[in-house]
Nanobody, 120 residues
């Protein structure tokens, strides 16, 4: 089992920056991929970014490429999402997710979510 706790959400103006963190416990953190997803009101949860077990491979939703950066610190059992040039359409609840393997694939474990609100 993996437990995930997100932090760092909040309110920011368009064009601003925000950093999210997600601390994991349970399984050995370096043994699985991690991801970030988001869900806006009235919409389905969508993929934002993912990173493999070592941090050598990342993947991003097209609309966040060049603006968001995912990274991980296996010594701290933490994954990060650095967001810049934020837009109102980035407003959502952001969820941290733990994968079922070292490489990016499916995600089995979920955090409780943290709200990110971008004002125009």
């Amino acid at each position: 089992q993996v437990q995930l706790v997100e932090s760092g959400g909040g309110l920011v103006q368009a064009g601003g920056s925000l950093s999210l963190s997600c601390e994991a416990s349970g399984r050995t953190f370096g043994s699985y991929a991690m991801g970030w997803f988001r869900q806006a009101p009235g919409k389905e949860r969508e993929f934002v970014a993912a990173i493999n077990w070592s941090g050598s491979t990342t993947s991003y939703k097209d609309s966040v490429k060049g603006r968001f950066t995912i990274s991980r610190d296996n010594a701290k059992s933490t994954v990060y999402l650095q967001m810049s040039s934020l837009r109102p359409e980035d407003t959502a609840v952001y969820y941290c997710a733990g994968g079922d393997a070292r490489y990016i694939g499916t995600f089995d474990y979920w955090g409780q979510g943290t709200q990110v609100t971008v004002s125009a």
